[in-house]
Structure formats: structure tokens, C-alpha cells
């Protein structure tokens, strides 16, 4: 007999790293340096094996700009685990906070402490020694292999990017991103450093060419349960981190890793199982919020995501005002009724103001 909570797990090792950048040497100090460049960059190195290359460039050449992906679990903090980071010549991770809390290693103990973490008073981060850091985990499905790959980046905008793409193709499913095909692309941005244009090539999940119909079945097949790797996070992003941000470390300490809590592997702990509750039948949705399969799609009622979406775009438009403010808006202003809308007409809504707020943001950036 199986073991219940355990034995229907399975933990997909990880295959290889995906970079955004080349290494090249300074003519001045002689010290290597990462280059950004407009395509993804796998090599043979200690992260990725031979074998996992040479399929990844069977598939997609040497200077691929997109990648057909799809994250494995549904946890965003599994998949893409975003903290400040801070490492160290000897130990690796010196530090990992999340804007508030911060797990930093005590260099004269060995120890690990908890501090305040504030990055606009951090000198670390004022130095560039900590940023912000995303790892992103995925299937490459297209190339052989089983289990996932992984990108590291420390772009704001990248970030910022993956979040808002993901959150909007949960409004499009009713919470669902896992096991659906996406396109990841690296694109050129423009944007002002010190008061001057500069091209930046960021990360984003596209959605030209995805069809919502394709997202939608996929949406509705059952989800098996993974574990993939946790984030090493002792292990150097070395195309983020130059060896000039990655500091020295005092002699006759041996510390503890940051994040040794994070990579132990402990039994699942099994819980006494409680007798089932009986639920009622759900009607046109079901209980998450998510169109049920089968039947016209299209004329399902807005699901429980989409509506938490369009709120959310709502107070872009209106600031902080209360919801039934908000509600109001949409009526009055865009000839949308929250409370009536359909499946469909929820999707187009979600289009219209998307694209509203990304040509705002076109005119801003036209007019600095």
C-alpha cells in the first residue's frame, strides 16, 4: 500500500542553467565580468552537463531569444524564489532578506542572525554587494531531458515582468499556472539611467502566439504532485555577481549556511486523517473560482481569479478607494458589470485595460 502524503511526491532534479550573459575579461584589472546580451546562454559548465546542452542546442541553436516552458508546481515561491542576496568568496550566501527580515551570517561567531533588512539604508546594497535576485524554475519540454532548468536574474524590471505575466494568466484560469505552455523571451526595454537612454534586455513570459484556448485545456488537466529542487542559494549566480561583489571572508570561522534549514531533506510528516467533509455540489464554477470543463466556455461565469485581476488593474486606474467604488467605476466608466460578466467578456476586459495601461506607459516613457 502506498504511503499517503509521500509516496504519490515526485522530486524532478534539476538539468542545467539557462544565462543571460557571457563572461569576458577586463583589459584593465584582468578580472572577469558577466556581459548582458539578447539571448539565452546554456553551456557545458559544472551546472549543466554536456549531454543537457547539446540537447538544448539541438532544439533551440546557439542565440535562442524564446523558450517553450511550463512551471512544474503551482507554489510561486518554489518556482520563483525572489530574495536580496549577498554572498561570500568562501561560504557562498552571507545574506537573504525579503525587504523586511533578513537571515545574515555573523562573520566573528559563525552563526546565523536575524536583522532588519532595509534595503534603502543597506550599505551592502548601496554598494551593489546585495540585489534582488529571482530564481526562475521550468520544463524546457521540448528538449529531452527530465527535470527542470533554471534561470537566475537580478533585474528589476525582469522581475517585475514575470510576476505581473503570471498573476495575469492565473486571472485567465482561476488560480492555475502549472503545467500550462508558455513563452519565455528575452526583449530589448529602454529605460533612463542617469538621466540617459539605455537598451536593457529583459525577461518575460510573451503572449503573443499563445492561444487562450490552448491555455484553458491545459488549465483543466489534472496536476500531478511535484517537488522540484529548492533554490540553492549558496550557489553563486556567478553571470550576477562579479568576483568584486562578492566579499572576503575572515579567517578561522567556519559558518553555518545561510540556508542549510532550507536544503535538509526531512520524512513528510505524516498527519491522522480526519474524516472527509461532505461538500454540496458546485454549480456553473467550482469552488476555487474556475470555470468548470465541459460546455461552452465562453459564457461561463467570471471566475473568482479574473475578478480578483480586474480589481487589481481597477485601483491602477482609481488609486485605494474601496471596492464597491471600484465596482461602480467599471460600470459607469468602461460598461462592465463585475457581478453579470461572463467568462469571456472577463477575458476582454482584462485585454482592454491591460493594453490601456501599457500605452500609458509608452507615452510616459516617450515623453522623458
Known amino acids: 500500500m502506498p504511503i499517503k502524503g509521500l509516496s504519490e511526491v515526485r522530486r524532478l532534479p534539476r538539468i542545467g542553467k539557462v544565462r543571460l550573459g557571457i563572461k569576458e575579461t577586463s583589459q584593465k584589472s584582468g578580472n572577469e565580468f558577466p556581459r548582458p546580451v539578447d539571448y539565452f546562454v546554456v553551456n557545458a559548465d559544472q551546472t549543466t552537463s554536456e549531454a543537457a546542452a547539446e540537447a538544448f542546442h539541438r532544439v533551440y541553436g546557439d542565440k535562442p531569444r524564446e523558450l517553450d516552458i511550463m512551471f512544474p508546481v503551482e507554489d510561486r515561491d518554489k518556482f520563483f524564489a525572489q530574495f536580496y542576496r549577498?554572498?561570500?568568496?568562501?561560504?557562498?550566501?552571507?545574506?537573504?532578506?525579503?525587504?523586511?527580515?533578513?537571515?545574515?551570517?555573523?562573520?566573528?561567531?559563525?552563526?546565523?542572525?536575524?536583522?532588519?533588512?532595509?534595503?534603502?539604508?543597506?550599505?551592502?546594497?548601496?554598494?551593489?554587494?546585495?540585489?534582488?535576485?529571482?530564481?526562475?524554475q521550468f520544463l524546457l519540454y521540448k528538449v529531452p531531458g527530465l527535470g527542470v532548468w533554471q534561470i537566475d536574474t537580478s533585474s528589476y524590471n525582469s522581475i517585475i515582468n514575470l510576476n505581473s505575466a503570471i498573476d495575469f494568466v492565473r486571472a485567465l484560469t482561476g488560480g492555475r499556472i502549472a503545467m500550462i505552455p508558455l513563452k519565455l523571451v528575452?526583449?530589448?526595454?529602454?529605460?533612463?539611467?542617469?538621466?540617459?537612454?539605455?537598451?536593457?534586455?529583459?525577461?518575460?513570459?510573451?503572449?503573443?502566439?499563445?492561444?487562450?484556448?490552448?491555455?484553458?485545456t491545459a488549465s483543466k488537466a489534472p496536476l500531478s504532485q511535484f517537488l522540484i529542487p529548492g533554490a540553492d542559494f549558496n550557489e553563486v549566480p556567478d553571470d550576477l555577481y562579479p568576483a568584486s561583489l562578492i566579499d572576503s571572508e575572515p579567517e578561522g570561522v567556519t559558518p553555518k549556511p545561510v540556508d542549510e534549514c532550507e536544503t535538509s531533506d526531512h520524512p513528510a510528516?505524516?498527519?491522522?486523517?480526519?474524516?472527509?467533509?461532505?461538500?454540496?455540489?458546485?454549480?456553473?464554477?467550482?469552488?476555487?473560482?474556475?470555470?468548470?470543463?465541459?460546455?461552452?466556455?465562453?459564457?461561463?461565469?467570471?471566475?473568482?481569479?479574473?475578478?480578483?485581476?480586474?480589481?487589481k488593474l481597477a485601483g491602477q486606474f482609481?488609486?485605494?478607494?474601496?471596492?464597491?467604488?471600484?465596482?461602480?467605476?467599471?460600470?459607469?466608466?468602461?460598461?462592465?458589470?463585475?457581478?453579470?460578466?461572463?467568462?469571456?467578456?472577463?477575458?476582454?476586459?482584462?485585454?482592454?485595460?491591460?493594453?490601456?495601461?501599457?500605452?500609458?506607459k509608452t507615452r510616459q516613457e516617450a515623453a522623458q
Request: with cysteine.
Open 86 to 136: 549577498r554572498y561570500g568568496s568562501g561560504t557562498g550566501l552571507l545574506c537573504k532578506g525579503d525587504g523586511e527580515t533578513a537571515m545574515e551570517l555573523n562573520r566573528e561567531t559563525g552563526e546565523i542572525q536575524e536583522i532588519e533588512c532595509n534595503p534603502t539604508e543597506c550599505e551592502w546594497v548601496q554598494k551593489g554587494h546585495c540585489r534582488p535576485v529571482g530564481t526562475l
Open 186 to 216: 528575452i526583449r530589448p526595454k529602454e529605460v533612463q539611467v542617469e538621466g540617459k537612454k539605455k537598451t536593457v534586455y529583459v525577461l518575460d513570459l510573451a503572449q503573443e502566439g499563445i492561444r487562450l484556448q490552448d491555455i484553458l
Open 318 to 360: 482609481y488609486g485605494d478607494i474601496p471596492e464597491k467604488e471600484k465596482i461602480q467605476k467599471l460600470l459607469e466608466e468602461w460598461e462592465f458589470d463585475l457581478d453579470t460578466a461572463t467568462y469571456k467578456e472577463a477575458v476582454e476586459q482584462i485585454n482592454i485595460m491591460q493594453n490601456s495601461i501599457n500605452a500609458d
Open 269 to 311: 510528516k505524516i498527519e491522522p486523517k480526519s474524516k472527509p467533509e461532505v461538500k454540496p455540489k458546485a454549480s456553473a464554477r467550482t469552488t476555487n473560482g474556475r470555470a468548470k470543463a465541459g460546455g461552452d466556455w465562453e459564457e461561463q461565469p467570471i471566475s473568482k481569479g479574473q475578478r480578483n485581476y480586474i480589481l
